[in-house]
Nanobody
Framework: QVQLAESGGGSVQAGGSLRLSCAVS?????????MGWFRQAPGKEREGVAA????????YYTDSVKDRFTISVDNDKNTLYLQMNSLKPDETAMYYC????????????????????????WGQGTQVTVSS
């Protein structure tokens, strides 16, 4: 059974930093494994924030977080990370990690950034609150 468990959320003032973690278990990785972070604010659609190949060979970001967020993966620990710096109040949201459907291994990870329907396994989310 595939399980994803996020942690690291919390409350921070604008300009602050947080590091989210996503522990993955029960998943059989392949060369095309694409992992991602999404967020969803109240009343808004879930949006893609960043994505990365499990190999770490490529990392992709939505424009609004480039140069502030960093996605990374520790294969020894089966853990995905999202380092978030210079946080803004409008980035208050529930943050989710996800694994892409293994059947989409042939697709470029970059092309599926933000495509929620391409991701099959999801964590329960961790809340990030940024105050002004």
């Amino acid at each position: 059974q595939v399980q994803l468990a996020e942690s690291g959320g919390g409350s921070v003032q604008a300009g602050g930093s947080l590091r989210l973690s996503c522990a993955v278990s029960g998943y059989t990785y392949s060369g095309g494994t694409c992992m991602g972070w999404f967020r969803q604010a109240p009343g808004k659609e879930r949006e893609g924030v960043a994505a990365i190949y499990r190999s770490g060979s490529g990392a992709y970001y939505t424009d609004s977080v480039k140069d502030r967020f960093t996605i990374s993966v520790d294969n020894d620990k089966n853990t995905l990370y999202l380092q978030m710096n210079s946080l803004k109040p409008d980035e208050t949201a529930m943050y989710y990690c996800a694994l892409r459907d293994p059947g989409a291994w042939w697709r470029a990870c970059s092309s599926d950034l933000g495509q929620t329907e391409r991701f099959r396994y999801w964590g329960q989310g961790t809340q990030v609150t940024v105050s002004s």
